[in-house]
């Protein structure tokens, strides 16, 4: 179910705004595990993640092609050696800004400034940005220790595959529920965010309904005696589309509604 969503310019990156979802996140759940695409990552980005005691593990296409870097020049490794380029990480330069680096993840912390704002201000490669130096700096530790994590771990490249296909089919749901969209266009912002916020919340609402009478479903199968797992359950998606007329007359009607019991004991 969608917590978040944000509306951003054509060409930009979302790791620029990758992390303004949790800032936002008013909710019980609170992740420290944060998924995307390729374009959900950077080393600036993995720098900043660190310090917010955030975990970024996206699926990165053509990851061989980026760099790994070295602790020092004269490090060697056994085996994967050809992995690493001959550029080594400035811990001087760390170790110099991270005073900085620590206050600007506290002011995010304490919600006196957005990631998005700050990143936006981090895209430049500009000399006189020294705080974008320090943060690629420490994103690129943190990006070679993930990817050495990555290649030499299946369970996490399933999390990560499993994860990313979990936001494809939420993505697909909502394009499915928002159905006329390739002929509704407007070229207002406001508009725009409207249809977004909009699609997402038709798209909770049924996801809610799917979930309620998967439950309900549970329920009578346990009563009858039948032995619930949790493969059982992940057979189900709650993303089901094929019993739901998009194109019906709708009617608001006042229902006393039963309260939601999910009390289902999945056996292990």
Sequence with gaps: MLLFSHFIPCGVWEAVYILDGLTK????IQPDTLHGDTQAQSAPVYGLVFLLGIKLMPRIRNWKDLKWFRPTAD??????DDLFTKDTIDWDLIACHLPDMLQVAQSIRAG??????????????????????????????????????????????????????????FNNFAQWAHFGS?????????????????????????????CHTMTQAFKELEAEGMKLTPELAAAFSPYRTHHTNRFCTYELRERDLEPIDYGVTFQM
């Design 25 to 28: 996140n008013k909710s019980d």
């Design 112 to 169: 006196r400034i957005q990631p998005s704002t700050l990143l936006r201000k981090l895209g430049t490669a500009s000399r006189k940005n020294k705080l974008y130096f320090a943060f690629r700096e420490l994103g690129r530790v943190v990006r070679t220790l993930f990817l050495l994590e990555y290649i030499s771990d299946d369970a996490l490249r399933q999390v990560i595959q499993a994860a990313q296909n979990k936001c494809e089919g």
């Design 182 to 210: 390739d002929t509704i266009e407007e070229n207002v912002r406001e508009d725009q965010l409207k249809i977004i916020k909009y699609n997402h919340l038709i798209a909770n609402l049924m996801i809610f309904h799917n």
């Design 75 to 80: 490090e060697v490794y056994e085996h994967i």
